[in-house]
């Protein structure tokens, strides 16, 4: 059995600010966002990972450098980028206050996953290039404990495809910073285990 642990990168000072960052925006951890970090790795320190997946962009490697300092072996992936909001990165868009950034979102609730933001990502498109990072995990041993921090819409879009839900779906999967769900792979059937557990950061 597979033991899969995904977790949404720290906060960044764009988080705060409300500010959109997808894979065009490559963010630092704030202050906050490294205390998440030396909170989630106290708290998980001690679990036996195989080895640890980021994406390609640093605020997710800083999550979990104590991980990659400890030795774990490391590999970044394209595949785990946020999705990409296009000609709407670094501005601060919300659903109640831009009617194109909402129209998008509601497309995709309502079946529509090709939908896309002008020169962005659609979540059909961040699904297709996640397929051969699946198939990676997939093909790892039976055996063991995988440590994988990516970005909040790319986790929703992630778990859809590992649960078997229609990426309509998403957005019933919430996410938050150094938010953690744990998953387990049987070889045939990935089963949930820890939805969107935040204990750590209160300790």
């Known amino acids: 059995m597979i033991q899969l642990y995904l977790l949404?990168?720290?906060q960044t000072d764009f988080n705060v600010q409300g500010i959109v960052q997808g894979s065009g925006v490559n963010s630092s951890l704030n202050d906050k966002g490294r205390q998440q970090a030396e909170r989630f790795w106290a708290a998980y320190q001690h679990v036996p990972f195989a080895r640890v997946y980021t994406s390609e962009l640093r605020r997710t490697q800083q999550s979990?450098?104590?991980?990659?300092d400890k030795g774990i072996p490391h590999e970044h992936y394209a595949a785990l980028n946020e999705i990409s909001w296009g000609t709407r990165e670094g501005t601060r868009?919300?659903?109640?206050?831009?009617?194109?950034?909402?129209q998008t979102?509601?497309?995709?609730?309502?079946?529509?996953?090709?939908?896309?933001l002008p020169g962005g990502e659609?979540?059909?498109e961040v699904a297709a290039r996640q397929r051969p990072f699946i198939e990676l995990?997939?093909?790892?041993?039976h055996d063991e404990i995988v440590l994988v921090c990516l970005h909040g819409r790319a986790l929703r879009v992630l778990l859809c495809q590992l649960l078997g839900y229609p990426l309509s779906c998403m957005d019933g999967f919430e996410h938050h910073n150094l938010g953690l769900y744990k998953l387990h792979y049987t070889g045939s059937l990935y089963t949930i285990r820890n939805f969107l557990d935040v204990s750590h950061l209160s300790s």
């Open 8 to 10: 949404r990168h720290g």
């Open 64 to 68: 979990v450098q104590h991980f990659i």
């Open 93 to 102: 868009i919300t659903p109640q206050e831009d009617a194109e950034y909402a």
């Open 105 to 116: 979102l509601a497309q995709w609730a309502a079946g529509n996953p090709h939908a896309r």
């Open 122 to 124: 659609s979540p059909a």
């Open 137 to 141: 995990l997939q093909s790892r041993p």
